[in-house]
């Protein structure tokens, strides 16, 4: 009998889209916090929307800038795996 060789993979590097939308998130994060301190000092910036729309949206903007950057960011090539598990 023939024993399977031992396949050996290296340390896999962080995907570039994890990377990506980490950064987008936090950036976007900063930026929020940032437009409810000027909100906080002049609230007829957003009065004009219904309290349930303020609720959902200030959430939804880096949810969303977070999943445009994933979606942007190109794939990290792994070539120690074998062609059926890339």
């Known amino acids: 009998m023939h024993a399977d060789p031992q396949i050996s993979y290296s ?3 962080i995907e570039t889209k994890v990377k990506a ?3 987008v998130s936090y ?3 900063v930026a929020g916090m940032a437009v409810l301190q000027a909100v906080a000092d002049d609230p007829s910036m957003i009065a004009f929307l219904p309290d ?3 609720a959902i949206t200030l ?3 880096p ?3 977070a999943a445009a950057a994933g979606w942007k ?3 990290t090539p792994r070539p ?3 062609d059926a598990q890339r």
Request: proline share 17%.
């Open 11 to 13: 340390k896999p590097p």
């Open 21 to 23: 939308m980490g950064l």
């Open 27 to 29: 950036l976007a994060g």
């Open 52 to 54: 349930w729309v303020e």
């Open 59 to 61: 959430p939804l903007v």
């Open 63 to 65: 949810t969303a800038l």
């Open 73 to 75: 960011a190109k794939h």
């Open 80 to 82: 120690d795996l074998p």
